[in-house]
């Protein structure tokens, strides 16, 4: 039977029983044969085993700094697919921000490197992640250092939905350009979107501001890269953000 618009806690899938959703088709649960906690993902669209294998492995980044994944399915009863992976003990740098505000320069260029080595290991495995966001990097307090964990590779196009829903301010020229030819983004299309993800962590604020993707388009595409502002202490990174 088709699960294809409910809440599904209480469902098992492969050796995970969904335990409460945490946000859209994302459930805690638990792996019971490493008595670890999990969350699993699921995808509402009809995904073979074969095309689900394949993600995982280009997904697999393994690296300390990016999620790790622990298992996966198709259930075609359920007319779903499913991938259980690391429960990371923290909060999204996006809710982090809205917590904290900007993270302090002395805090910031350790933490942003260990995002950049996890984003360059992709790269050297020809990975491009393309939907990097604020909501894709987990922020873990380890004994007083903040340290990233890196999600999103290869499932953020799975889901449903509008694909810059939620990422419009971090898009790359080219990949709005590219959203009308389906033409492939490359390695560079990350690289902006660090340094947009570097501009709102240092300030509190991503560098434009729209209401609707056509605005956010015009402003990536032809406005000048604004000021990080005359905060002395990030005034040094302006050549490099």
Request: positive net charge; hydrophobic residues 40%.
């Amino acid at each position: 039977m088709p699960m294809t618009d409910r809440d599904l806690s209480g469902v098992k899938l492969g050796e995970f029983v969904l335990q409460e959703q945490v946000s859209d088709d994302v459930y805690h649960s638990v792996q019971r044969s490493f008595e670890r906690n999990v969350v699993v993902k699921v995808f509402r669209r009809r995904y073979g085993a074969a095309a689900m294998q394949r993600l995982i492995r280009r997904a697999q980044i393994g690296h300390l700094y990016a999620i790790q994944f622990y298992d996966f399915g198709v259930d075609k009863e359920k007319c779903i697919a499913w991938v259980a992976m690391e429960r990371v003990p923290g909060v999204s740098l996006k809710q982090w921000l809205q917590l904290h505000g900007p993270i302090a320069l002395e805090v910031f260029v350790p933490f942003f490197e260990c995002i950049a080595q996890v984003v360059q290991a992709a790269h050297n495995r020809g990975i491009v992640h393309g939907h990097l966001k604020p909501s894709n990097v987990m922020v873990v307090d380890s004994g007083g250092n903040l340290l990233p964990k890196l999600l999103g590779f290869g499932f953020d196009r799975l889901t449903s939905g509008d694909a810059r829903r939620g990422r419009a301010a971090y898009m790359a020229p080219e990949q709005w350009r590219n959203a009308q030819t389906a033409h492939p983004a490359g390695s560079a299309v990350d690289i902006y979107a660090l340094g947009a993800i570097a501009y709102e962590t240092l300030t509190g604020y991503p560098p434009f501001t729209a209401t609707t993707p056509n605005e956010y388009c015009q402003q990536h595409s032809n406005s000048p890269v604004p000021a990080l502002g005359e905060v002395s202490m990030v005034h040094a990174l302006k050549p490099v953000v």
